[in-house]
């Protein structure tokens, strides 16, 4: 097949870490290298965000990224890019000219606008498209109220883009259940979750070195609603239960360690853990590359992720896969993936005293901690591979080219 994949924020060649630049990002790059591993021939396309990228660049067989020009080419927030999603199509569709994909994927609500832009430009033929959100408005309107900087728009473009795709892939049961109250024909799901690097994220990788007894780990974003005050907030508690020896390794953010330490986000969590008294024992390390992330999630106790709410969550994907338990906030694509007691431990959401216990149970007994991890990566290994993913993906995509419409949400996805 000949897929070409929309990602208007989020460039698979970018670094991670950053406010923009995450779990979108590994997905469309693993999910096109594995597609391209498959045979299938994969274009991404994506806004140019730096004057210096070359327009399209060769990443390896069968895949390229292309950059459109959309708007000036610099970093630009992604709830401000909406205006520049016609230009993100002409460039899309110029790029294709007489020779459309079989099959367009839009990541993002705002991609999956370029996409059909795109797709429909010749009249005579539409490209079949599908659609994956990552996240959804509605959920984000519910959590973060006011403080969702998404434009007003979202509020309907969003649901139309679900409406007009030929095909939606949920990551997760919890999205479909989100989608059929936003109206949306649920016959055209298909489940896929996100996958795994399971070459890099290994129990072979060595373990970066760590300087107390016990090392907490959070990774991801440094954004609010990822809920890393709430760890910070554990950290008395856990004291306070014995566990004095404990540091907190707090990856993401910026590369810098100036504009780290001037981010907003990082300034309030320190504030925090000074107010708490617990600030020696929390280290932000910043933006991470990819190759020595493995080494740092097996430096740790346990992973933390607790944010008020995941759309799906890679991070958790990777701990276990490095083999160390996850302590999960019971929201989203967590439940799926972290399987309470048995690949890690669930907590109640926004509960620093649930994750204290949780964390305190783990560091006290090291005979779980190991059982939990072995379960997590037997877990990652056999159902989180990339290329399985692929294959959910392709089978979404076929069903979207012969126009097939399921009567019933497709449950093969394999997270259940
Ligand atoms: N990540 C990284 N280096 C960093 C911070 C994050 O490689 O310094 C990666 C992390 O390992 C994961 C992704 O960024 O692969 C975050 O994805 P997740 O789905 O957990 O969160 P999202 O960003 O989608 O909210």
């Not at 431990?345 to 007994?365: C, F, M």
Request: proline share 7%; glycine share 10%.
């Amino acid at each position: 097949m000949r897929i070409s994949m929309v990602s208007e924020h989020a460039s698979p060649l970018a670094a991670l870490g950053g406010v923009d630049a995450g779990g979108q990002n590994v997905h469309v790059a693993a999910l096109s290298e594995a597609l391209a591993r498959r045979g299938h021939s994969v274009t991404v396309y994506t806004r140019r965000d730096a004057p210096e990228l070359d327009r399209r660049v060769r990443v390896g067989p069968g895949l390229d990224v292309v950059h459109v020009d959309a708007g000036p080419a610099r970093h630009i927030p992604k709830d401000e890019l909406l205006p520049l999603m016609g230009e993100l199509a002409d460039g899309i569709a110029r790029d294709w000219g007489q020779r459309p994909p079989d099959v367009v994927h839009g990541h993002f609500w705002m991609s999956g606008l370029a996409a059909l832009d795109a797709a429909r430009r010749d009249t005579a033929f539409r490209v079949p498209m599908v659609q994956t959100f990552h996240a959804l408005g509605t959920v984000k309107r519910r959590f973060q109220g006011a403080e969702d900087t998404s434009p007003r728009e979202r509020r309907w473009l969003e649901p139309g883009v679900g409406r007009d795709a030929d095909r939606i892939i949920a990551t997760c049961p919890d999205e479909v259940f989100e989608l059929k109250a936003m109206g949306i024909d649920t016959g055209k799901v298909s489940i896929a979750p996100c996958g795994v690097d399971l070459g890099l994220f290994t129990t072979a990788a060595p373990a970066a070195p760590r300087t107390r007894r016990h090392r907490i780990l959070s990774v991801g974003r440094l954004v609010p609603r990822k809920g890393v005050d709430l760890v910070i907030r554990a950290l008395p508690l856990l004291a306070a239960a014995g566990h004095h020896d404990v540091e907190l390794l707090i990856v993401g953010g910026g590369a810098d360690p100036g504009v780290l330490h001037s981010d907003p986000e990082v300034r309030r969590l320190m504030a925090l853990a000074a107010g708490l008294g617990v600030l020696p024992q929390v280290t932000f390390r910043g933006q991470v590359p990819r190759a020595d992330m493995p080494g740092i999630f097996r430096s740790a106790n346990a992973v933390v992720c607790t944010p008020w709410y995941e759309p799906f969550g890679i991070v958790p994907l990777e701990a276990m896969a490095c083999g160390v338990p996850v302590v999960a906030a019971a929201v989203g694509g967590l439940r799926d993936t972290v399987v309470d007691h048995g690949t890690g431990i669930h907590v109640p959401p926004r509960d620093p005293e649930a994750i204290a216990s949780a964390l305190g149970l783990l560091l006290g007994d090291p005979a779980l901690q190991a059982e939990l991890g072995a379960a997590g990566q037997q877990r990652a290994r056999s159902r989180y591979s990339w290329d399985r993913v692929a294959a959910e993906t392709e089978k979404a995509y076929q069903a979207a080219m012969s126009g097939m419409a399921a009567g019933q949400v497709r449950m093969e996805g394999a997270a259940l």
